[in-house]
């Protein structure tokens, strides 16, 4: 099993490098891709050191599967030439989610859609995965009418400059600026850029229709607002979910605790609820502060929290590859 790693020296490619070592992905061998500035330095996986080729090198060695996180005009680039010699993709962009011709896979929900044919996959957004490990579940039991999620979202989801900004503002060093204003300090309503059209972010579109490719649900009403917040590690959602039918709390806290990668987190006797920096560095979806809404029937309001970097990108991806070589889906 031949990997290749696209986008391997930035901060999602790193932690994919990470999370194949820790779940011992069966490889044979990894090709880390970088940008040019990158080409012939090495990087360590297993004790050994791997030097980074260029894209047109790595599609010539003709992996098995190549995972990218490098962006979304590289993977449009890049991803079908990849799939053209046979190379099973994995994109974390947001370049491919939204086309009709490719899975946009969540493993726990919906990994059998996939099939030898799915040369492109897309690795949902990070907010968005968290979301559906929560919501899926319970929409199967009682039918979600509306959503309405307001996220917090950890300057990691913007890349190591935006860790750079925060961390020199903390620190009162002068720093170059990723986002219009000073993040120390701050929270801006602003994730990723504005849609002229609607007067919503991207990331708050997102949230609002990949939800409903993933869980095959046309009609489900959602609507978002992203929030970025001088954290480092983990977004953290506030979702207010309307059922069709009523629900019982503790029904829904053991529907939630059985979904597999989702942990609840609930007893405010113990002040016990998912926080940011609690999800560091761990792959399941955390969830809390489950209530009922007390202005409206069938309505619930629940606190979800997750590490974006491992769940909410690598991981995900990573459990992708892995469904797609337990079901003889590649080579």
Known sequence: MRIAVVGATGMVGRVMLQVLEERNFPITEIIPVASERSIGKTIEYKGKEYKIVSMQDAVEMRADIAIFSAGGETSKQWAPKFAEVGTTVIDNSSAWRMDPDRPLIVPEINADILTTNDKIIANPNCSTIQLVMVLNPLHKKYGIKRV????YQSVTGTGKDAVEQLNGEIEGRDVAKVYPYQIFKNALPHCDVFDEETGYTKEELKLTREPRKIMRVDEMNITATAVRVPVQGGHSESV?????????????RKLLAEQEGVTVQDNPDTNTYPMAFYSEGKDDVFVGRIRRDLSQPNALNCWIVADNLRKGAATNAVQIAEYLVKHNLVG
Do not use: G, K, R
């Open 148 to 151: 309405v999620v307001s996220t």
């Open 240 to 252: 207010n979910i309307e059922f069709e039918n009523d629900f019982d709390l503790a029904e829904v």
